[in-house]
């Protein structure tokens, strides 16, 4: 799928949705100048077509009890492909992960975190990364603050 795949109509109701994903058809439809079914229709197309993948609350994580986020970088000893998904199935799978990013560079995944203190980081680390044996060497680096970039369209 390409940009030049999406016409100006497309990318005007991508646009609306990356603002508020929670907006009613009839809303979207209004603001857009289109018909409610017209709209419902172009939606469920990019829906269809996997332009619009999901749509997900995002929750905060202090008000969870979860207020300490970090970037757990991951070094692999070996990079056979069977190893490496195994590695990215099992990372994604550990509580408390927001986010596995299987990256090129010094380091071969990056995983977001969100926990309640010091001791939980320390746990995942141990517990359940460092205990593949794929796995050379992690580094931690905490995240103090958090913003949003302009997005895909911006």
């Known amino acids: 799928m390409t940009k030049a795949q999406l016409d100006e109509l497309d990318l005007e109701i991508l646009s609306a949705l990356t603002r508020d994903a929670t907006v009613t058809n009839k809303a979207l439809a209004h603001r857009l100048g289109l018909a409610e079914s017209t709209c419902a229709h172009r939606v469920r197309a990019l829906r269809d077509r996997g332009v619009i993948r999901d749509t997900r609350v995002r929750l905060d994580g ?18 056979t492909g069977p190893t490496v998904t195994a590695l990215f199935d099992a990372l994604a799978g550990i509580p408390r992960v927001l986010q596995v990013f299987h990256v090129a560079g010094v380091d071969d995944f990056l995983v977001h975190v969100a926990v309640p203190d010091a001791t939980a980081l320390r746990d995942i680390v141990l517990e359940h990364i460092t205990i593949h044996p794929v796995v ?11 913003r949003d970039g302009r997005g895909l369209l911006g």
């Open 62 to 79: 202090a008000a969870l009890g979860l207020p300490l986020q970090a970037i757990i970088k991951v070094r692999l000893a070996n990079h």
């Open 136 to 146: 050379r060497a992690t580094e931690t680096q905490l995240v103090f603050e958090l």
